[in-house]
């Protein structure tokens, strides 16, 4: 039985060494992956975003109704001709072959109201845009860093499927001499089992990012592999905290509306003052104007200004009240945007000290596992100096390497997703105190080369952004 399960043992170690080498010449054949910078990634989501899109047109918008605000005071031209039929009886109507008009404000009391808000309008979108801009950028930084944390888990957990195949035929063998109950070998292979399932889980974490990443940037699912090198360090916030683009957006838009219901409370009662003129060309060709006006003349000019005070006006008067309840209402949605911050500032933090904790203790994890890992491997070398008696310590088995390795792997897998929880909440919290636009500035010199770099596949750095 102990020759057929070595030659069993000996043959599977052969068809794992022969997968080894196939996977080994695929990857040699395959052309290499471009991997993507944070910077491209960042900048190509903030280009192809639907909300950055649409707070562009916003700006585009409340630019031109800035500028239709002052253009009122710049006379209009209109050019024209009244050629008609001949009339029968008494002309209804100048004979005119051209007529040209030209009209403007002169003055109104509303007026500088309204191109007031059409400004903070215009500073209202234009901070919307950086928001929205802002947005985009956390999340295409935070699906970034995840893709390239589960990247580096994927490595781990296929090197943890090699050693739980490796303790799975050396469970079989030490069943097979008797050292070792079917329970061992049970054990085994239900920790490879969930070890397979583990890497399931990771390549489908991994799918649904890259197809984030695709819809963000518009590259093609397949091209997307992080570039570690280009993640810039993410501090800890110890920065005083600042209004955010959206909390200055909804500010202005306040101050916009304001200001509107200014402009619309001044209507009644109040002067309002235009420029006029206009030139006709006259003929009496076409009809018996003569007739009836002896002074006739072709050519005609008039130039004047027109006061006008609205003293009883109920439209305009409902307009202003309508202005107004808009007014209360933007006013009270900045204070609630104003609000919700500070609760997401204070939710942040209090998430902060719970995830830095969580972050050391898997650190420590880590350095225990390693260091246990080195003793068990020094001991399998040298032994564990206890000797042979009776009463000596067991010496340690390949079994008990490869259980150290597998729990080195598996901690090394837990302090990978403890830092990247702990840099995501950090990355939320810069954005929450108004300092995204500072970590954003340093993406560009963390380059790491060219965003497409060639890179051979391999195994990432242990470098964790904090």
Request: aromatic residues 4%.
């Amino acid at each position: 039985m102990g020759q057929r399960s070595g030659a069993k043992f000996e043959s599977r170690v052969w068809g794992l060494a022969g997968m080894a080498l196939a996977c080994g010449l695929c990857l040699a054949c395959a052309p290499a992956r471009a991997q993507i910078s944070l910077s491209t990634v960042v900048d190509l989501a903030q280009r192809n975003s639907s909300s950055v899109k649409l707070a562009q047109a916003d700006v585009k918008k409340a630019r031109a109704v800035l500028i239709e605000m002052n253009d009122v005071y710049i006379p209009n031209l209109d050019v024209g001709s009244s050629i008609g039929p001949p009339t029968v009886g008494f002309p209804a109507g100048q004979p005119s072959i051209a007529n040209a008009t030209m009209s403007s404000l002169v003055f109104s009391f509303s007026q500088s109201f309204y191109a007031k808000a059409a400004e903070a309008a215009y500073r209202a979108a234009d901070l919307a845009l950086k928001d929205a801009a802002e947005q985009t950028a956390l999340d295409a930084s935070s699906a970034y860093l995840e893709l390239d944390a589960v990247s580096r888990e994927m490595d781990a957990a296929v090197t943890q499927q090699q050693d739980a195949d490796r303790l799975e035929a050396m469970e079989e063998q030490r069943v097979a001499a008797g050292v070792d109950t079917h329970s061992d070998l049970l054990e085994s292979r239900l920790t490879l089992a969930q070890l397979r399932l583990k890497q399931i889980q990771l390549g489908n974490r991994a799918a649904i990012l890259r197809a984030q990443l695709a819809s963000m940037t518009g590259l093609p699912t397949a091209s997307i592999q992080t570039l570690h090198e280009t993640i810039p360090l993410i501090p800890a916030v110890n920065t005083p905290a600042q209004p955010t683009a959206g909390m200055a957006a909804a500010q202005e838009s306040a101050r916009s509306h304001l200001l509107q219901a200014r402009g619309d409370a001044l209507v009644n009662h109040r002067p309002l003052i235009t420029f006029g003129a206009q030139y006709n060309r006259d003929s009496n060709s076409l009809n018996n104007y003569s007739t009836y006006y002896q002074h006739f003349k072709a050519d005609n000019f008039s130039i004047g200004v027109t006061i006008q005070i609205p003293i009883f006006d109920l439209v305009h008067r409902d307009k202003a009240r309508e202005s107004a309840a808009d007014a209360l209402r933007s006013r009270v949605e900045a204070e609630q945007v104003s609000r919700q911050n500070d609760v997401q500032v204070a939710t942040l933090n209090a998430q902060l000290s719970e995830l830095s904790a969580l972050e050391e203790i898997a650190g420590l994890k880590q350095e225990i596992a390693q260091d246990d890992l080195q003793q068990v491997q020094n001991e399998m070398e040298y032994g564990n100096g206890s000797g042979a008696g009776a009463d000596a310590t067991p010496q340690v088995t390949p079994k008990a390497l490869q259980l150290a390795r597998i729990d080195e792997e598996s901690k090394r897998i837990d302090a990978e997703e403890s830092a990247l929880n702990l840099s995501k909440a950090r990355l939320s919290l810069l954005r929450a105190l108004g300092h995204m636009q500072d970590w954003l500035s340093t993406l560009g010199t963390k380059s790491g080369g060219a965003a497409t770099d060639i890179a051979a596949p391999g195994r990432a750095g242990s470098g964790r952004p904090r």
